[in-house]
């Protein structure tokens, strides 16, 4: 099991390289989180909803992700409250007082999916969350050292040295263990070195000696490095305030959203050759962007009212009065439309919102959450019919009310085939929107959509050919693998877990 000193210390990381490294080796090995709370989230071939961390390291795993792998993920709504998903569907909305009281049957779900997982691999890879050592919340723990303890598993502790403080981080966690907790602690990994790594020996032998557990690997810190990643933590490192990087690139930038959702919808287009992403909140104007993308929230109202406030949503209708480009994916496409109504209070009080009117359609925010695995074709204009796999995760239903056309027609979901059209398309085709999310993974739309964008703004280049998200995604968990087999001690690990 990975455990961590705190959030975003490379707990994902580490264990998607585990399991890629197992998997090298011939093992049958599988993720799995107890636990996990974040708005990056996938759906399954099976329609069920589970964090993308998980997703990341099934496939490193060379498995097909399943929600045994995530049995639990919340998706924070507010300050104090989430979505609770249990098993890949809604188990309801709760505050964390409300969700404590659940614990005990969920603890029961979380078994289930466990021994399922135990019983069919040959090893589970287990992460936690957060810090492992959160005194206030370990009465209530089902994701951290409580779920190494059910499933017997030797702890490994990650702490992430550039943000400082690393003895702090491991020698104090140490002390803060219940002798039980420390007999499952087997070493430690520490995370982001910058420099020559010599210069850390006498560190790990203060650390060992403090604790009596070894320091099993100190890896460097690989900017290069491109693995999806869970959540806005990390979200805020994409943030570029500034120039535009290239001249002659395609610009995109996409809204950063206060609950902005599944904004690794973009990633193949932030690595796309010939494209310049940036994340641009209300401190920044939209000058010079050729493409604004719209993406998902978790709580369109909310951002809604945060466009408005912050005065983004003038800007945002100014841009597209002076000929600007614009794409909505799924709660910016209900944020594109004319009004967003919420009768039931599914995202608060009861109410209704002008959107910003740049398409013609209504969103009415319905009970039923949609969870499905989609097989779509683009509509003329928007990537000339190509057929993309791709999946929506929506509260609401969103009607065109003037002209226009589908965006996209979809063709099956969760493997059944059916005739039903997404989202709508501007009638100048300058303005679209699309519940899919993954849509920039399909190579072949991806690359008619940029020529598209970029000949109508009158650059020559186009994406590159033979670039492939897929083989780019399978290539960096290869590298991460082989730094992790070159700063680890793989073979203290396997003696551990005696594979």
């Not at 104090?80 to 890949?88: A, C, E, L, P, Y």
């Not at 560190?203 to 690997?217: D, H, M, N, Q």
């Not at 003037?402 to 997404?422: C, F, H, L, Q, T």
């Not at 000949?455 to 033979?466: I, M, N, P, R």
Request: aromatic share 6%; proline share 5%; charged share 20%.
């Amino acid at each position: 099991m990975i455990l961590g000193s705190g959030s975003d210390v490379g707990k994902s990381l580490m264990a998607a390289g585990l399991c890629r490294i197992f998997r090298q080796e011939g093992v049958r090995v599988a993720p799995f989180k107890a636990q996990n709370m974040a708005l990056n989230s996938f759906i399954t071939p099976e329609g069920g909803e589970m964090g993308r961390a998980q997703v990341v390291q099934a496939q490193a795993a060379g498995l097909s992700p399943h929600v045994d792998m995530n049995p639990i993920l919340l998706k924070p709504s507010s300050q104090v409250g989430s979505q609770v998903i249990v098993h890949g569907q809604v188990y309801g909305n709760f505050s964390a007082q409300e969700y404590y009281r659940h614990k005990p049957k969920l603890v029961k779900k979380v078994m289930e999916s466990y021994r399922r997982l135990s019983a069919a691999y040959d090893l589970i890879i287990l992460e936690g969350a957060g810090s492992a050592v959160e005194l206030n919340l370990k009465k209530n723990d089902l994701v951290n050292f409580q779920m190494a303890k059910k499933a017997g598993a030797a702890v490994l502790l990650v702490a992430d040295i550039d943000r400082g403080g690393v003895f702090a981080a491991t020698i104090g966690s140490f002390h803060l263990l219940t002798p039980g907790e420390r007999r499952l602690l087997a070493g430690f990994i520490i995370n982001k070195f910058r420099g020559d790594p010599a210069l850390f020996v006498e560190g790990e032998r203060i650390i060992a000696k403090r604790t009596g557990r070894p320091v099993l690997g100190v890896l460097p810190y690989a900017t290069d490095l491109v693995i999806p990643e869970e959540d806005s933590v990390a979200l805020g490192r994409k943030h570029c305030p500034g120039n535009w990087a290239e001249a002659g690139c395609l610009r995109i930038g996409v809204v950063r959203l206060p609950h902005i959702s599944n904004y690794t919808d973009f990633d193949p287009l932030e690595q796309e050759p010939g494209v310049s992403l940036r994340y641009l909140d209300h401190r920044q104007n939209l000058e010079g962007v050729d493409l604004l993308i719209l993406p998902g929230t978790k709580n369109t109202i909310s951002d809604l009212l945060y466009l408005k406030e912050t005065g983004l949503f003038s800007q945002i209708q100014a841009f597209a009065k002076s000929g600007g480009r614009l794409v909505g994916i799924c709660g910016g496409y209900q944020l594109l439309g004319a009004e967003i109504q919420d009768p039931l209070g599914v995202e608060g009080p009861p109410r209704a919102e002008a959107g910003l009117g740049l398409l013609p359609v209504v969103t009415v925010m319905a009970g039923a959450k949609t969870t499905t695995q989609v097989q779509a074709k683009a509509r003329a204009g928007q990537g000339a019919g190509a057929l993309v796999t791709a999946y929506e995760i929506h509260m609401g239903e969103t009607r065109p009310k003037g002209e226009g056309r589908p965006a996209m027609k979809i063709v099956s979901r969760n493997g059944v085939p059916v005739k039903v059209r997404d989202g709508w398309i501007s009638p100048d085709g300058r303005v679209w929107g699309t519940y899919l999310h993954g849509l920039f993974d399909n190579d072949e739309f991806r690359r008619v959509f940029l020529r598209e964008m970029s000949q109508s703004h009158g650059q020559t280049g186009e994406a590159a050919a033979g670039w492939s998200f897929k083989d780019f995604q399978e290539a960096q968990l290869d590298r991460l693998a082989e730094m992790m087999r070159q700063h680890l001690d793989v073979a203290c690990i396997r003696a551990m877990i005696q594979v």
